[in-house]
Structures are given as structure tokens and as C-alpha cells.
């Protein structure tokens, strides 16, 4: 497994914590949930030919690092959004928190034990 670091909000931080109780996951987990649910809706993210995005700035420089080991696979989807989305894995799962956090609470589907990335298909026109 590749180990790497996300900057987090503290909110952020917070909110994965909470749903990692609420589903009996760990925060790993979780977050590897939320990049999944960006997958469905990927063409919301696409970014063209621009620099990568990064997460706002935070002047009281509330952040946390959250140290996280992606598989194979995984770290390929990762890296996948980043090249064609043109924002940083950080962004990524900051935007994913406030777009399906809760739905994903709520939805029993997400609950399965893990998501498998082996076959995946990404465009762009």
C-alpha cells in the first residue's frame, strides 16, 4: 500500500470521524467511500487545461493531516481524478465530504464491505 497525507479542514476532519462511528468503518474507509462517490459523477469535476485546485486557504490555519495508505488500484483512481478533475486529492475529498457525506449516512447501499476499482472508465471530450 502507498502511504501519503491529506490536509484537512478540522470540520472535515470531524464529519469523516463521526460517520466512520456511525458505520463501523474506519476513516480510511470512508474517505475511500466518498472518492468512490465522486466516480459517478465525475463529469461535475472535470477541469480541462488549468493548473490543479487547491483547497481554499484557512487564515486561522485550522488543518489537519490525515496520513492515509491507498491500494493499488485505488491510488490508479486517485490519481485519475486529480490528472482529469485538475484538483488536489485534499480538494477532492473536501468536496466529496460536503456533497455525500450525508447521503452516504443515509444510504444502505454504501454500506457493502468494499468498493473493487479495477474496472472504471473515464472520459473526457
Known sequence: MLRTSIN????????IGI?????RKSQREVVIMLLNRIRGDFNHFQ???????YQPRDPRKRWHCFPIRFREAE???VADFRKLG???VSYLVAMATDRYLEEM???KKSRHNYAKFAHYAIGQR
Open 75 to 77: 491510488n490508479e483512481l
Open 105 to 107: 449516512l443515509q444510504d
Open 19 to 23: 460517520a466512520a462511528v456511525r458505520l
Open 8 to 15: 484537512m479542514r478540522n470540520d472535515i476532519f470531524i464529519r
Open 86 to 88: 485538475r484538483f488536489s
Open 47 to 53: 477541469g480541462g487545461f488549468t493548473l490543479v485546485r
